[in-house]
């Protein structure tokens, strides 16, 4: 087999590694190939015979690439997000930002590069490159082992043949992709009223991701039929988005829509570092939404009770209609300790356990053909927390209890458990008691990114399905708000977190344009663009800032009660621009 072949292959194994390779793995392995990310994150591509089991506990919780799902749910053009964004106020006038000069990069289902909204005037395209990791065709790009890239000068010779994809056949069927990158940096159509992007003069640089292996999708009981991408896909995606730009010497925003409920939930994944250490390089901007579930009751939190040696916490899981399963993870703080035992909704009950080190177990039940796989780590590789990891194989429908003693000097400590996203259940499976804060979706818990959460504009409210902070620890997260609800793009209305952080995308790249294009703030980075956007953001009254919804200081700029005319990043000094109602 080629190394392509290999990369490609359900036989093996993507093991995500933050240590220097190929040295570490050529005493143990003799058939893998190694893809280099950054620095000593990289990925290996492992022949399953030449490894142990895949299990959590045993071959380290970090280094199996998680899974990430879409953050959207599913037509005159309406540009009024925009307009209450600010977003339209600063493309014409003295200020003229509209993204030019600058870089927006997407990581998801592709583009539909032949839709007018990606050309320019005289029909060529805006889009630099594609990098499409299922077409193996092509030439990969420099650096990387597989897919296929297609620049400029390639798009354009399809764009004027009569059979474009014979040329560029790589297109975005799903749709979701192209959605976001005509709401960030879609072209200004007839005079802005037919359609109109955030930044219609960015440039654009696309990764259609390729679909998470077999091996995965069942280590993590997803369906089959729901679009799933692996952590280690998305990784080397960055390191594409981050290649280009250097190569062209360029700003670059990161538009990053995906979302996963898998992981920490305070920024600890192999991911979320490296997502970290773009967001602190200059002239970069990590812009990553906030997710859809906050009121999926995916998400519950147990507090141990003062004074008590043990706490014990009943956690009820209701599971609607017939499913292959699901998995859950609990993470539990240091120095508590987590003894668990599982009740069946007819009523069995597995003896407690006690963990003590680094185990797997696995319980049948006499009545039900149902089973759970149950992986402790004691001290997570990333986190330094404790990690149970559950999977209900063929769980019979039902209220299932998780019974969680929380013990060894715990008082005031709490524990987490969270659900799959949405999209990766078969079956409507929720906790009875769930706590709707705590919901952002992996990696925006990242440190340095700028997390986006929801609003509608069209009333001003924030969104019931919006993520919300704090991480896990606490941390204050989300960052900014954005709307995001019944946005147009050209394939329709779409509503989720992923077009806010689109739009939020946009404005990024139009005050990339006016810092660095411009010369007004050439070394700016992530941190600092946050906070010049919060400078500018709406606050509404009776709010108290920063909080779990609006984040550090409320929407990206204006709300249904500031419909008056609205200007953002007007410039005040060299150095400052701020929300100013005319």
Not at 456 to 482: H, L, Q, V
């Amino acid at each position: 087999m080629t190394d392509q072949e290999k990369i490609l292959s359900n036989d093996y194994y993507d093991i995500i590694a933050d240590y220097t390779l190929p040295e570490r793995f050529r005493g143990t392995l003799k058939d893998f190939v190694y893809q280099p990310v950054s620095g000593e994150t990289g990925v290996v591509y492992a022949n399953s015979r030449e490894v142990i089991p895949l299990s959590v506990s045993d071959f380290t919780y970090q280094v199996i690439p998680k899974l990430y799902g879409l953050m959207q749910q599913g037509e005159v053009f309406d540009p009024t997000p925009l307009i209450r964004s600010g977003i339209t106020a600063v493309q014409g006038g003295s200020l003229n930002l509209t993204g030019r000069g600058v870089i927006i990069g997407f990581l998801d289902t592709g583009i539909r590069y032949d839709e007018e909204v990606f050309r320019n005037p005289d029909g060529s395209t805006r889009i630099l490159g594609i990098w499409d990791q299922n077409i193996q065709t092509g030439t990969p790009p420099k650096g990387i082992l597989y897919g296929s890239e297609y620049k400029r000068e390639a798009i354009n010779l399809a764009l004027q043949s009569e059979n474009p994809r014979e040329i560029v056949p790589s297109y975005d069927e799903n749709g979701h992709g192209s959605a976001i990158a005509s709401v960030a940096a879609g072209s200004r159509l007839g005079n802005g009223l037919t359609f109109l992007g955030a930044a219609p003069d960015a440039d654009i640089v696309v990764v259609k991701l390729k679909e998470a292996k077999q091996y995965l999708r069942e280590l993590y009981l997803v369906p089959d039929d729901v679009p799933a991408y692996a952590e280690s896909d998305v990784l080397v995606a960055v390191k594409y988005l981050e290649s280009y730009a250097v190569s062209l010497l360029k700003p670059l925003v990161i538009c990053f829509g995906l979302g996963t409920n898998m992981g920490d939930h305070d920024g600890h994944s192999i991911l979320a570092g490296y997502l970290n250490q773009i967001a602190t390089r200059r002239s970069r901007v990590v812009m990553v939404c906030g997710g859809n579930e906050g009121n999926s009751a995916h998400h519950y939190e147990g507090t141990a009770i003062d004074g008590l040696s043990e706490t014990i916490d009943n956690v009820e899981i209701r599971v609607d209609g017939d499913t292959k399963g699901f998995t859950a993870e609990l993470w539990g703080s240091v120095p508590a300790k987590h003894a668990i035992s599982i009740r069946t909704p007819g009523g069995e009950v597995t003896p407690r356990v006690d963990f003590r080190d680094q185990s797997s177990r696995e319980f049948s039940f006499v009545f039900e053909r149902s089973r759970v796989q149950v992986d402790h780590i004691l001290v997570e590789q990333g986190s330094g927390e404790e990690l149970i990891f559950f999977r209900f194989i063929d769980p019979t429908p039902g209220i299932w209890t998780i019974q969680v003693t929380i013990s060894e000097n715990a008082s005031g400590s709490s524990f987490h458990i969270w659900l799959p996203l949405t999209d990766f259940l078969q079956s409507d499976t929720y906790f009875l008691r769930p706590y709707p804060f705590g919901t952002l979706t992996e990696p925006s818990n990242a440190r340095e990114v700028i997390t986006i959460t929801t609003y509608n504009d069209e009333n001003g409210s924030f969104w019931a399905e919006s993520g919300r902070g704090y991480t896990r620890m606490g941390r204050m997260k989300p960052d900014i708000c954005a709307p995001g609800v019944n946005i147009d793009t050209i394939l329709g209305n779409r509503t989720g977190s992923s077009m806010a952080v689109a739009i939020a995308s946009g404005a990024a790249a139009q005050f990339l344009q006016w810092a660095v294009i411009e010369v007004n703030q050439p070394r700016v980075e992530s941190r600092e663009v946050k906070n010049y956007l919060i400078r500018g953001a709406y606050r509404a009254p009776g709010e108290s800032y920063p909080n779990r919804e609006w984040g550090d200081y409320d929407i990206i700029v204006s709300s249904q009660q500031e419909t008056s005319k609205i200007k953002v990043f007007r410039r005040f000094s060299p150095n400052i621009f701020l929300l100013q109602k005319q």
